[in-house]
């Protein structure tokens, strides 16, 4: 039987791989385990009671359309409310340019498909999300991976890029504390970006789930906006987000905002996959919003999370040995670890795992290889007394780890 499938599999199913997080979680579910693997919100900042309310409400007002199918493109009160939204971020765009999708990763999934050959080159950060490199692995492109560094995408490799005729695709980037380091794109080169794109006829996919958890400073003017600010028009961007972080990611409401050639695209390939986002989820998440929950709920989620960031960097100040490094993120769920040389991350997570603590090994996040030494950890999910106890257990195994190596 095993000879049977395996002979029908299309090529590029070969190239696909299990997510390293999901797999992990799976590994998590004993509460006796510190998890710092997945990219969990904390299930306590949920609105619950609001999301209670608003579902009695879809079934109340209007049942029958709450639980029939709905516009591929939608709910168009939902998607009015998203261009009111975006609108306040500098995203001036009309509803029909806006899809509602199940989460962003359907945006992601979707961009793969519309854009992607066999062979074609498409431009990652090195790292980036594991979500999107899984996505797309099985249509098989040439991954062009570029640099990150504390401002992010080294945008001046770009250029030499471009400069020398390599024409991607698209271009992916989690442009607001990034999907797996942390890191945030500077203005600068937020700017530098946008005019590269219109010199070389660049896309560029916006990945922005994160964007409205920043601690410090004032939120990060997205891609997008400054695509509208320079052409008067969305026109080599296109934007993701979605309601998980700032609701709760089971609801799998996401949107993207894009040019109509794209938009208009979109929409008959979501045809064909699921003909349309959850009707029901769909009026949730816009009953729960409309009175203005989110400018009163985000808030309080900032709150929590910059205080579980604050207890991990001190405690990875304190119980690290020497030689290793992570990044201080400004905002979103994570940190980034790296390792001496020479220390694998995959092989001592076996070692955490047998003192009940998990993250996920950095090497998942790189399309093309690397990255062995280095490890992303979530401080979202975990409370404070977890984080210290967790990290106090990653220190011992990484200490262990260095000494035998000397």
Same mark, same amino acid.
């Given at each position: ?8 599999f299309a090529?590029g199913v070969?190239?696909?791989?299990s997510?390293?997080?999901r797999d992990?979680?799976k590994?998590?579910e004993?509460p006796d385990v ?5 990219g969990l /919100? !904390?299930p ?7 999301l209670?309310?608003? !579902? ?10 709450a639980l029939?199918?709905? #516009?591929?493109?939608g709910?168009?009160?939902?998607r ?12 001036? *765009?009309p509803?029909e340019?806006?899809?509602v999708?199940h989460?962003?990763q359907?945006?992601l999934?979707m961009a793969?498909?519309?854009l992607?050959?066999?062979?074609? /080159?498409v ?6 999300y594991l979500?999107a490199?899984?996505a797309w =692995?099985?249509l098989?492109?040439a991954? *062009?991976t570029?640099? #990150?560094?504390?401002?992010?995408l080294d945008?001046?490799q770009?250029e =030499?890029?471009l ?6 695709r698209f271009?992916?980037?989690v442009?607001?504390f990034q999907?797996?380091?942390? *890191?945030?794109l500077?203005?600068?080169?937020r ?6 794109a ?10 922005d789930p994160?964007g ?8 990060a003017r997205?891609l997008?906006?400054?695509?509208v ?5 969305l ?5 993701l ?13 996401g949107?993207m905002?894009?040019p109509?050639?794209y938009?208009?695209?979109?929409a008959i390939?979501?045809?064909?996959l ?7 989820a ?8 409309? +009175?203005?929950?989110?400018?009163r709920?985000i808030p *309080?989620i900032?709150?929590?999370? =910059? ?5 991990m960097l001190? !405690? ?5 040995p020497?030689g290793?490094r992570?990044?201080k993120p400004?905002?979103?769920m994570?940190?980034?670890? $790296?390792?001496? +040389?020479?220390i694998?991350a $995959? ?10 603590v998990?993250?996920v090994p ?5 399309a093309?290889g690397?990255?062995e030494?280095t490890?992303r ?7 404070p007394d977890r984080?210290?106890a967790?990290?106090?257990?990653l220190?011992e195994?990484f200490?262990?780890a ?5």
């Amino acid at each position: 039987m095993s000879d049977l499938w395996s002979e029908r599999f299309a090529a590029g199913v070969q190239q696909m791989r299990s997510s390293a997080v999901r797999d992990l979680l799976k590994l998590t579910e004993q509460p006796d385990v510190i998890s710092f693997g997945g990219g969990l /919100p !904390a299930p306590e900042s949920f609105p619950v009671e609001e999301l209670a309310a608003a !579902a009695e409400q879809a079934l109340i007002d209007n049942p029958s359309a709450a639980l029939q199918y709905g #516009l591929t493109e939608g709910y168009r009160p939902l998607r009015e409310f998203l261009v009111t939204r975006m609108a306040m971020l500098g995203i001036r *765009v009309p509803a029909e340019q806006v899809m509602v999708t199940h989460g962003s990763q359907q945006g992601l999934d979707m961009a793969g498909r519309l854009l992607i050959d066999p062979g074609a /080159p498409v431009a990652v950060e090195d790292p980036s999300y594991l979500g999107a490199l899984g996505a797309w =692995r099985s249509l098989q492109p040439a991954w *062009v991976t570029l640099n #990150l560094d504390d401002d992010g995408l080294d945008v001046e490799q770009l250029e =030499r890029m471009l400069a020398s005729g390599v024409r991607p695709r698209f271009l992916y980037v989690v442009s607001c504390f990034q999907n797996p380091t942390g *890191v945030t794109l500077s203005l600068g080169r937020r700017v530098r970006l946008l005019e590269l794109a219109a010199r070389y006829g660049l896309v560029i996919l916006e990945d922005d789930p994160y964007g409205e958890l920043y601690y410090e400073g004032e939120r990060a003017r997205p891609l997008a906006a400054l695509d509208v600010e320079m052409h008067g028009e969305l026109r080599h961007v296109i934007y993701l987000s979605t309601f998980s972080k700032q609701l709760a990611p089971g609801l799998r409401v996401g949107w993207m905002a894009a040019p109509p050639a794209y938009i208009a695209r979109a929409a008959i390939l979501k045809q064909g996959l699921d003909l349309h986002s959850n009707s029901f989820a769909q009026r949730v998440a816009y009953l729960t919003c409309k +009175d203005g929950l989110l400018d009163r709920h985000i808030p *309080v989620i900032r709150e929590v999370y =910059r205080a579980r960031r604050d207890v991990m960097l001190a !405690a990875l100040a304190a119980e690290m040995p020497a030689g290793v490094r992570w990044t201080k993120p400004a905002g979103g769920m994570f940190c980034w670890l $790296t390792l001496p +040389d020479g220390i694998n991350a $995959t092989e001592l997570l076996k070692r955490c795992l047998d003192q009940k603590v998990a993250y996920v090994p950095g090497a998942a996040f790189y399309a093309d290889g690397g990255g062995e030494h280095t490890a992303r950890l979530n401080f979202s999910f975990s409370a404070p007394d977890r984080i210290r106890a967790g990290i106090a257990r990653l220190g011992e195994v990484f200490r262990d780890a260095l000494s035998e190596k000397r």
